[in-house]
């Protein structure tokens, strides 16, 4: 198996530095998913790890959330011999929504999948709307786990790589206070703020 860890770190979908998450908290990592996303022959190897990490499962189906999701669900089924769904926002509320016509039939054995694992906000949506079809959840895998550990789920979850990613308040944060340039992030070119 290759070292998805370093193929994240070698690609440049994982950098360690200074940076402000979505949330408004500073991290000394961050993980710029479409690195792995936008570059299929790098995504398939990834995916077919997570495959093979579930592959004596019996799953029936793959299910992964919006936007990502869809790529890695796509790619995992496509080495089990399955089929792949995506659960879309709610657009008049809150959780996940099935559209496009997608089902699931009671009892379907299913595999949920995502990038990186960092609250499980939509992976806990996703399992709402699972559920609500009585299917099986069988596992959860995700790329990769910066959750520290934080996040439990009922059912199997394996990760292919974890990191230890550090968040502070911008104010509590011992990267400002060192003066360390804050890297923008999703931009090119490393910034400072
Ligand atoms: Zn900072």
Known sequence: MPNVLELFKSSGALLEGHFKLTSGKHSDVYYEKFTILKQPRICEQ???EMAKLFENDKVELVVGPTTGGIIIAYEVAKYLG???IYAEADPGGKGRVFKRGFHIDEGTRVLIVDD????????????ELVKSYKAEIVGIGEFLDRS??????????KALATVD???WEPENCPLCKKDIPITQRGSRKFQTA
Do not use: H
């Open 82 to 84: 399955l089929n792949s």
């Open 46 to 48: 990834v995916c077919v």
């Open 165 to 167: 990613a550090n968040a």
């Open 116 to 127: 990186v694992l960092t609250t499980g906000g939509s992976i806990f949506e996703v399992i």
């Open 148 to 157: 520290g550990g934080k996040v439990k789920f009922d059912y199997p979850f």
